[in-house]
């Protein structure tokens, strides 16, 4: 199925719509794939490491100081990194070479393909600032998970909604068969 020692990095940033991430992680672990989680510090006011914790068997890691050099670490076992769900912040620090956490770190060394499923308010979203910071990740060949329709747990409705989850794991496990 994979190459030992290669697995799936999920990168979990600071979004209600965390949960979903972990829908994704139960659902890629049950499968039999190797899977670790790095959150930001953010992403723990709505989501608990322990929660990623049960599911992989695995510490998740928030700090990137922590245990020597995590980013580095993260980014040599992964075939694939996604970041579920993917904020405007979380967005634009990628965009713009910002690494002031894990998450972002981690993405700065990567030498694998990158996945990002936004998550955010509609209007966000469509803001010029997040639609031209979204275009420099995929021209940087970042693989995008376009968010879906819908109404979000503001009560705003349009696009911006992370994508269903089954489209997401999809997109994830294309990638991971096609590098591990």
Known sequence: MANPGKEILIAVSGSIAAYKACELVRNLTKEGYPVSVIMTAHATEFIGPITFEAMTGKKVRIDEYEQGMAHIDAKNSAAVIAVVP????????????????????????????????????????????VQRNLKRLAEDGVILADPSEGVVVCGDEGYGKLADISVIQKLILDVYKRNS
């Open 86 to 129: 993917a904020t405007a912040n979380i967005i634009g620090k990628m965009a713009n070479g910002i690494a002031d956490d894990l998450v972002t770190s981690t993405y700065l060394a990567a030498n694998c393909p990158v996945i990002v499923a936004p998550a955010m308010n509609p209007f966000m979203y469509s803001h010029s600032a």
